[in-house]
T-cell receptor
Framework: EAQVTQNPRYLITVTGKKLTVTCSQN?????MSWYRQDPGLGLRQIYY???????DKGDVPEGYKVSRKEKRNFPLILESPSPNQTSLYFC??????????????FGPGTRLTVL | KQEVTQIPAALSVPEGENLVLNCSFT??????LQWFRQDPGKGLTSLLL?????REQTSGRLNASLDKSSGRSTLYIAASQPGDSATYLC??????????????FGKGTKLSVKP
C-alpha cells in the first residue's frame, strides 16, 4: 500500500530534550516536506527536500533540522524543543516539487507537546 | 505573495443537501490546485487535483472547478452525508520560482452534515 508513515504519532516531552520524528514513504517520491498545523494559523511549511541530500527552509524553519540521506526517509529533528513547538506535524511527499507540484500524499500526523 | 482564502470557515447543513465550498487565491499563475479532506486529529487526504489547463475534475459525488482568471475554485458536494463531515482545505503551489516551491494552504472550511 502506497503510504507516508510517521513515528511517533504522539509525543509528550520536556523543554530542551532532543527528539526526532521519523517520516518514510514507499512511493519512490523525490519530493518530501514537513508542515506544522496550528489553530488559526493553518498549515505552514517547515522544511522541504527536492531529492537526496537536497534540503531547504520553508516558512517556519527556526528550531528545526532535517536530513535526507535516503530517498524514502526525511526525519525532522528538534535539537532543543520549546513549548512554542507544541503542534501537529505532518510529513508529505510527491513525485514532483517546486512549482510543478503534483498530488501530495500526507502522513497521519504527529502530535507533539513540549512542556 | 500568494494567499489562499476559504469562506466560510464553518458550514452546517442537513443530510442530503448539495453544497459548495469556496477557495480563492491572489495570484492566478498557478500550475494546479488541490483539494484535501482532513478528519479531526488525522492527516490530509487528497480529494481532487485540477491542473491549470483543466476547468474541473470529478470524483464520485465531488466536483471541483477552477477559474484561474478570477482566482477561484469551488468544491461541489452532491447529496451530502454525515460521513462527509470534515475540514476541507484547498492548496496551490507557491507563486515564485527557483528551487523553492510548495503548497500554500487555505485555513479550511469545517463542514458538519447533520443526520
Amino acid at each position: 500500500e502506497a503510504q507516508v508513515t510517521q513515528n511517533p504519532r504522539y509525543l509528550i516531552t520536556v523543554t530542551g530534550k532532543k527528539l526526532t520524528v521519523t517520516c518514510s514513504q514507499n512511493m519512490n517520491h523525490e519530493y518530501m516536506s514537513w508542515y506544522r498545523q496550528d489553530p488559526g494559523l493553518g498549515l505552514r511549511q517547515i522544511y522541504y527536500s527536492m531529492n537526496v541530500e537536497v534540503t531547504d527552509k520553508g516558512d517556519v524553519p527556526e528550531g528545526y533540522k532535517v536530513s535526507r540521506k535516503e530517498k524514502r526517509n526525511f526525519p525532522l529533528i528538534l535539537e532543543s524543543p520549546s513549548p512554542n513547538q507544541t503542534s501537529l506535524y505532518f510529513c508529505a511527499s510527491s513525485s514532483e516539487g517546486g512549482f510543478l507540484v503534483n498530488e501530495q500524499f500526507f502522513g497521519p500526523g504527529t502530535r507533539l507537546t513540549v512542556l | 505573495k500568494q494567499e489562499v482564502t476559504q469562506i466560510p470557515a464553518a458550514l452546517s447543513v442537513p443530510e442530503g443537501e448539495n453544497l459548495v465550498l469556496n477557495c480563492s487565491f491572489t495570484d492566478s499563475a498557478i500550475y494546479n490546485l488541490q483539494w484535501f479532506r482532513q478528519d479531526p486529529g488525522k492527516g490530509l487526504t487528497s480529494l481532487l487535483l485540477i491542473q491549470s489547463s483543466q476547468r474541473e475534475q470529478t470524483s464520485g459525488r465531488l466536483n471541483a472547478s477552477l477559474d484561474k482568471s478570477s482566482g477561484r475554485s469551488t468544491l461541489y458536494i452532491a447529496a451530502s452525508q454525515p460521513g462527509d463531515s470534515a475540514t476541507y482545505l484547498c492548496a496551490v503551489p507557491r507563486d515564485y520560482g527557483g528551487s523553492q516551491g510548495n503548497l500554500i494552504f487555505g485555513k479550511g472550511t469545517k463542514l458538519s452534515v447533520k443526520p
